[in-house]
């Protein structure tokens, strides 16, 4: 019975994690309301699904992954509305919602190892994982283009660079006015996160078919796709949280393309990557 508890837990902390966003990003009172509600009946069903798991093993310890996986994932959560309570401050949520259910997830799809009903399922799964990163990455990597092109036209209005027949030659003349790139900039990381959040959690499931286990976790690809994803988070909340803009956004995106690349590298060392189904 404890797996149903943890499964609406599971449902209940995605919901929570979407809500999280526009509460934190654009300080929303309504969707800060929903985000709480949300996330409180989440952590509730969780904190039911915890005692049964153990009441019904006859321990007080988690042995398993999948239960130390959810305990956890409680313990984060249970972190972040400490830090509510006491402070009223949900910005934290940004980053402990998304954890809590990639922790919670796993577990909630059964005690034993996940097995893809066919190898059709597994192959679309698979796709989907490298769309959903490769849209990630693009939609980072044209933000820091945008960025670039933002410096560039900054010097450019700085130095009274004139448009217009004066100049036969003008070849940066097509480049957008500053505001253009700014939103720009924007919207395509926040078109990313998403994408990138998805693929996470659709690799954590593709995993399962293979014999790695918790090793999963240790793998130094897993490690800095996560560190990706923590930028990528970062990187939002300095643009629309702080309200980072300008020269200083552009220097901070050209220093998630340096942590960009650095996950391209551990690639060639994963052993994640080189999975198949069983």
């Not at 019975?1 to 999280?20: D, E, K, N, T």
């Not at 969780?46 to 007080?60: D, K, N, P, Q, Y």
């Not at 900039?185 to 996160?193: D, H, K, P, R």
Request: hydrophobic share 60%; net charge positive; aromatic share 16%.
């Amino acid at each position: 019975m404890y797996l149903l508890w943890l499964r609406v837990a599971a449902i209940l902390y995605a919901a929570g994690c979407v809500s999280v966003f526009p509460a934190v990003l654009y300080n929303s009172i309504p969707w800060r309301k929903t985000c709480v509600h949300l996330s409180g009946l989440a952590f509730f069903f969780h904190f039911v699904s915890v005692v049964e798991m153990l009441v019904v093993a006859h321990r007080w310890m988690p042995v398993g992954v999948h239960e130390i996986e959810s305990l956890l994932g409680f313990l984060v959560a249970g972190l972040f509305f400490l830090v509510w309570w006491i402070y009223d401050a949900i910005s934290l949520g940004l980053f402990a919602l998304p954890a809590t259910f990639f922790l919670v997830f796993i577990p909630s799809l059964g005690t034993g190892v996940y097995r893809f009903p066919s190898q059709r399922v597994w192959m679309s799964w698979l796709v989907a994982h490298i769309i959903a990163l490769l849209l990630a990455y693009a939609a980072l990597c044209f933000s820091l283009l945008a960025s670039v092109l933002y410096l560039v036209q900054e010097r450019r209005i700085k130095a009274k660079v004139k448009r217009g027949p004066v100049r036969r030659f003008a070849p940066l003349d097509w480049i957008p006015p500053l505001d253009t790139l700014e939103r720009v900039a924007l919207a395509t990381l926040e078109f990313g996160f998403p994408c990138m959040t998805v693929g996470l959690l659709i690799g954590s499931v593709l995993v399962q078919e293979t014999a790695l286990g918790a090793a999963y976790f240790l793998d130094p690809n897993i490690l800095a796709s996560f560190a990706m994803w923590i930028v990528y988070a970062t990187l939002l909340i300095l643009r629309l949280g702080v309200r980072l803009s300008g020269r200083r956004a552009a220097y901070v995106s050209g220093a998630a393309l340096v942590v960009m690349m650095a996950v391209w590298a551990v690639n060639f060392f994963s052993q994640v990557h080189r999975f198949g189904p069983q």
